[in-house]
């Protein structure tokens, strides 16, 4: 099956700070998302993205699918964006998800 | 419009018990999936449906059992559980992929299940 990769597996970041967090895929891909799963363990949409650029306030992706990778860039980092964030990629006609096993932020004040 | 729900939210179960997780959903999404989490790990796929009637396997179904009757509902049964199964459970719901709609994943709240 497809593999997914993330980098790197855990940050620690200052507050302000900026940061990139990349997911490297295997193969083909016809969906790609990225979460945020917050410290209570919920999972948040930040973006869907299987090709392209999206920007979301402080947060901005990019898809380059036929490079097979994607990157998420957040900037002016704050406490709240500390989490585990997940990259995740659709392929095949019946869309088996594949997650990545992601990126551990932690934002310091 | 709720989104994805799941009931129990926490369960603990015995050795070789059994019972369903609910997963439910409102938005009309043909596609519909169960993942489970293991401490410091990402999602693993269990079992996926792409409308009522039929489901398939994911990448770890032993131990699982899904049907899809409704659009809306996609239970998931563990008719023995072992403690290996002790696990976060998530349901996620989307659109079919290549209707030219947009088939992002939406997660519910996630059962925590503890098997002693």
């Known amino acids: 099956g497809i593999q997914v990769e993330q980098s790197p597996p855990d940050l620690i970041l200052q507050e302000g700070a900026n940061s990139t967090l990349r997911c490297n895929f295997s193969?083909?891909?016809?969906?790609l998302q990225w979460f945020h799963q917050n410290p209570w363990g919920q999972l948040i949409n930040l973006f869907y993205?299987?090709?392209g650029t999206k920007q979301n306030g402080r947060l901005s992706a990019t898809t380059v699918a036929t490079e097979r990778y994607s990157l998420l860039y957040i900037s002016s980092s704050q406490t709240t964006d500390s989490g585990v964030y997940f990259c995740a990629v659709g392929s095949g006609g019946y869309q088996k998800v594949t997650f990545g096993t992601g990126t551990k932020l932690q934002v310091i004040p | 419009n709720a989104g994805v729900t799941q009931t129990p939210k926490f369960q603990v179960l015995k050795t070789g018990q059994s019972m369903t997780l609910q997963c439910a959903q409102d938005m009309n999404h043909e596609y519909m999936s169960w993942y489970r989490q293991d401490p410091g790990m990402g999602l693993r796929l269990i079992h996926y449906s792409v409308g009522a009637g039929i489901t398939d396997q994911g990448e770890v179904p032993n131990g699982y059992n899904v049907s899809r009757s409704t659009t809306e509902d996609f239970p998931l049964r563990l008719l023995s559980a072992a403690p290996s199964q002790t696990s976060v459970y998530f349901c996620?719901?989307?659109?079919?992929?290549?209707?030219?709609?947009?088939?992002?994943?939406?997660f519910g709240p996630g059962t925590r299940l503890t098997v002693l």
């Open positions: 996620a719901s989307s659109y079919y992929p290549g209707t030219g709609r947009y088939n992002e994943q939406f």
């Open positions: 193969d083909s891909v016809n969906n």
């Open positions: 993205i299987p090709s």
